[in-house]
C-alpha cells in the first residue's frame, strides 16, 4: 500500500494555448475546456482523478473505523423548531440516519404527530430534499419546494394539510425564493427565472428575476406578474405578505450586498401601485411588523451593528423617520414581535444575546440562555405568548426549549441524546492581533487536559466574506475529530457580520486581503502558544471558506501540513460568468474593473500557484453538479495545483456525483465525505 511520502501519479491534464488580457495583463487559462461538466473529455478527466482520490483514501486504514465511529453518533434524534400556523404545529424531525429530515403536523403539542411530507421517499438514493416550506395562514395548505441533487432550481407544489394529497399547482423555475401567502389563503406570491436552456442551465448566468402571484388551482402560465425590472437585470425580488395581511412588501437586492430597496403594495385595493418606500441601494432594511401605516424596520441606517426605526408610510420623508431601539455595543442580528413586544436577537463577541423590549423601546428584559453558544428561533404572530427556540455550542447539540413571553420562563421541551459525554470537552474563546492589528476572536474546542507542547493535530476552519456570522454550533464530525485528540479552532474573521456592517466591509473587495491575514494570523497564534505546529496543522473551509483555503495555501504553503478547501471560489477572473456568480461582485469587486481586477489577481488561488513549490497535502472537494460554485472553480486548480507541486504531499480531488453546493446533501454523502476527510488528515499528518 503507498505510503504518504511515496509520490502519486496524477492523471495528465491537457493544456490549451488560451490567454486573455485583463486591462494589458495577459492571463493564461490553459484548463477553460474543464469549464464543460458535460464533455466527454471533463468526464473522463472527473472519473481518472476520482480514481486516484479513492485509491488513496480506500488504502488508509482507519477510514472504515472513522466512518462507523461518525454514523453511530450521528446516529441520534433531531428535532427542528415546532412553529405554529392556524390551529396545527409543525416541526421537522430526522431519526437519526435519515438521509433527508421529516415534516410532521399536529393539532396539540401533546397530540400524536403524523407525517406531512417526507422527503426520502421521493428518490432512492436521497438526493431529492425538501428546498421550503410556506403554510397558509389557516394551516390547511402547504406550497413547498423540491431540489434535485442539489441544485438551486426548484419546483413548487402544494399540499394539503389535512389530506396529505397534492393539488395539482405545479411551478417551475424558481430559485433563489420561497413563498407567502395571502392572507385569504387563496394564493402566494414567489419569484423565478425565465425557463433557461437545459443543456446549459446548471452554468449559465441567472438575470431578470421576476415576482408573480400564484392563484391556488391555475396553471403557472396563468401567474400574475407582479414586478420585474427588464432595465435592471441584477435586481433580484422577495415578495413577503405582512401578518395583518394588508400589504406585499418588495424586497429589492443586487447580488450578495446586504443593502436593498423597499417597495411596498396596497393589497387592500385593487390594481394599487407599487410604491417605492425606500429606494436607494445604502442601506439593509428589513420589515419588522407594522401597526396600520407604521412600519417597524430593523435597519444598519447610520448604525452598522443595527437598529430599530419606525416609518409612517403616510410621512414617508426621511425627516420624519423615528428611532425607536438604538443601536448597541453588541450586533442586532434579527427582531420580532411575540406578545405584543420586540424579540430582539444580538451577537456579543459571536455569541447570543436575546433581549425583549417594549413596543416603545424600552428593555423589559434579557432572556437567560442555558450556556455560551447560539439560540435562534423565536418566531410567531405578534399576540402569541409561547414561542420556541434551539439552543446549540460546541458541545450541546440542538435542545429546543419553550419560552413563556408573559413570565420569561424556559421550559426544556426536546434534548436529544448523543453518545458523547460533554462534560469532557472545554470551549475558550480567545482575541488574537492580526498582521495589521486588529483583534480577531476565535473559539478553541477540545478535549479538557490538553498539553500545550505544539503536538496537538488542530483543524482551524473559516469562512471570512458575504456578512455570514460563524457562531458557535454542534457538529457530530468535529466531535469525532476532537475524540482522537484533535483541536477544533474558528476564528471569526473579517468579512463576516460578527460586529456589524464595518467588520463586514473590512473584508471585501481591495480589502479581501486582511481575511487572508486574519487566518494566518490565527494560524500562527495556535503556534505560538503551542497548540499545535505547522506539521500538524490542518485549514479547511467551504465555498467562499474554499477561497479562504486556497489563498491561503498558496500565500504561506509552509505554515500548513493540510488544507481541505470544499467547493472553493478558486478563479476569481471568472466567477461572475457563471450562474449566480455575478451577484459575488459587491463582496469581490469585479475583473472588469481594472483596480478590482489588480486585487482579485493578487489573490485568486487558481492564478497564484507556482510551479516547483512544495504545497500542503491537500484534498480539494467539489461536486459535479454544483450550480452555485461551478465545478470548474475546483477542477481547474485541481489540475494547476498537481502541474506545479513538487514533494511528496498528495493533492487530490474528490468529486460527488448527483450532488450540488451542500444544500439538501443526504446524510449517507455526508457521513463518507467526513469520514474521507478525517481519514486524509489522520494519514497526512501521522495521527
Request: proline share 5%.
Amino acid at each position: 500500500m503507498p505510503s504518504s511520502h511515496q509520490p502519486l501519479t496524477y492523471p495528465t491534464t491537457r493544456q490549451a494555448d488560451q490567454v486573455d488580457d485583463y486591462h494589458g495583463t495577459k492571463v493564461a487559462d490553459p484548463y477553460r475546456w474543464l469549464e464543460d461538466p458535460d464533455s466527454d473529455e471533463t468526464k473522463a478527466w472527473v472519473e481518472a482523478q476520482n480514481k486516484v482520490t479513492f485509491g488513496y483514501l480506500e488504502d488508509i486504514p482507519q477510514r472504515e473505523s472513522l466512518k462507523q465511529r461518525i454514523t453511530k453518533v450521528w446516529n441520534y434524534e433531531k428535532y427542528g423548531i415546532p412553529y405554529k400556523e392556524g390551529n396545527r404545529y409543525f416541526y421537522f424531525k430526522n431519526d437519526g440516519l435519515q438521509n433527508q429530515s421529516v415534516l410532521y403536523t399536529l393539532t396539540s403539542l401533546d397530540g400524536e404527530p403524523r407525517v406531512l411530507i417526507d422527503p426520502n421517499t421521493l428518490s432512492e438514493d436521497g438526493t431529492i430534499a425538501l428546498s421550503g416550506a410556506a403554510m397558509s395562514d389557516d394551516g390547511n395548505r402547504m406550497a413547498y419546494g423540491l431540489s434535485t441533487s442539489g441544485s438551486d432550481w426548484q419546483e413548487w407544489k402544494v399540499r394539503d394539510v389535512e389530506t396529505g394529497e397534492d393539488l395539482s399547482d405545479h411551478l417551475q423555475w424558481v430559485k433563489f425564493s420561497g413563498a407567502s401567502w395571502t392572507t385569504d389563503n387563496q394564493g402566494f406570491f414567489y419569484s423565478r427565472y425565465d425557463e433557461p436552456n437545459d443543456a446549459t442551465k446548471l452554468e449559465d448566468a441567472n438575470y431578470y428575476h421576476k415576482l408573480y402571484y400564484h392563484k391556488l388551482g391555475t396553471a403557472q402560465s396563468d401567474d400574475l406578474l407582479i414586478y420585474h425590472r427588464p432595465d435592471q437585470k441584477e435586481w433580484m425580488f422577495n415578495g413577503s405578505v405582512t401578518e395583518d395581511g394588508h400589504y406585499l412588501i418588495i424586497y429589492v437586492s443586487q447580488g450578495t450586498d446586504p443593502k436593498n430597496l423597499v417597495f411596498y403594495k396596497d393589497l387592500q385595493t385593487p390594481d394599487s401601485p407599487i410604491v417605492e418606500l425606500i429606494s436607494e441601494f445604502e442601506a439593509n432594511f428589513s420589515l419588522i411588523d407594522n401597526d396600520g401605516s407604521i412600519f417597524w424596520f430593523q435597519t444598519d441606517l447610520d448604525a452598522p451593528r443595527g437598529r430599530v426605526i419606525t416609518i409612517d408610510i403616510h410621512n414617508p420623508a426621511r425627516e420624519n423617520w423615528q428611532e425607536l431601539i438604538p443601536q448597541a455595543e453588541e450586533t442586532l442580528e434579527d427582531v420580532g414581535v411575540l406578545n405584543n413586544q420586540f424579540v430582539a436577537d444580538y451577537l456579543k463577541d459571536a455569541r447570543s444575546a436575546i433581549k425583549i423590549f417594549d413596543l416603545n423601546g424600552a428593555l423589559v428584559r434579557e432572556v437567560e440562555l442555558p450556556g455560551i453558544g447560539s439560540a435562534g428561533g423565536f418566531g410567531g404572530k405578534r399576540y402569541d405568548t409561547e414561542t420556541f427556540y434551539v439552543f446549540t455550542s460546541f458541545t450541546t447539540p440542538a435542545t429546543i426549549y419553550r419560552y413563556d413571553m408573559v413570565t420569561g420562563e424556559s421550559s426544556l421541551f426536546r434534548q436529544p441524546t448523543v453518545d458523547f459525554d460533554p462534560t469532557q470537552y472545554e470551549t475558550r474563546q480567545v482575541f488574537y492581533p492580526s498582521k495589521d492589528g486588529t483583534q480577531v476572536p476565535m473559539f478553541i474546542t477540545h478535549k479538557k487536559g490538553l498539553t500545550l507542547d505544539g503536538n496537538n493535530p488542530t483543524y482551524l476552519y473559516g469562512y471570512g466574506g458575504f456578512n455570514v456570522s460563524l457562531t458557535p454550533s454542534f457538529s457530530i464530525s468535529n466531535l469525532v475529530w476532537m475524540e482522537m485528540g484533535g483541536v477544533y479552532a474558528i476564528p471569526n474573521l473579517r468579512g463576516g457580520g460578527e460586529y456589524g456592517e464595518d467588520w463586514h466591509q473590512a473584508g471585501t473587495k481591495l480589502n479581501k486581503q486582511n481575511v487572508f491575514d486574519d487566518f494566518i494570523a490565527a494560524a500562527e497564534w495556535l503556534i505560538e502558544n503551542k497548540y499545535t505546529r505547522p506539521q500538524k496543522l490542518a485549514i479547511g473551509g467551504g465555498s467562499n471558506g474554499g477561497l479562504l483555503v486556497g489563498a491561503c495555501m498558496t500565500q504561506r504553503p509552509d505554515l500548513f501540513r493540510a488544507a481541505l478547501p470544499s467547493v472553493g471560489v478558486m478563479d476569481m477572473l471568472r466567477f461572475h460568468k457563471f450562474t449566480i456568480g455575478w451577484a459575488w461582485c459587491s463582496d469581490y469587486g469585479s475583473p472588469e474593473n481594472q483596480e478590482e481586477f489588480k486585487a482579485l489577481y493578487a489573490y485568486s488561488p487558481l492564478h497564484n500557484l507556482k510551479p516547483g513549490t512544495a504545497y500542503p497535502a491537500t484534498l480539494i472537494t467539489t461536486a459535479d453538479h454544483d450550480d452555485r460554485v461551478v465545478p470548474a472553480h475546483s477542477f481547474k486548480f485541481a489540475a494547476a495545483l498537481q502541474t506545479a507541486h513538487s514533494g511528496d504531499n498528495p493533492v487530490l480531488i474528490r468529486i460527488e456525483t448527483k450532488a450540488g453546493h451542500g444544500a439538501g446533501k443526504p446524510t449517507a454523502k455526508i457521513i463518507e465525505e467526513i469520514a474521507d476527510k478525517w481519514a486524509f488528515l489522520l494519514r497526512v499528518m501521522d495521527v
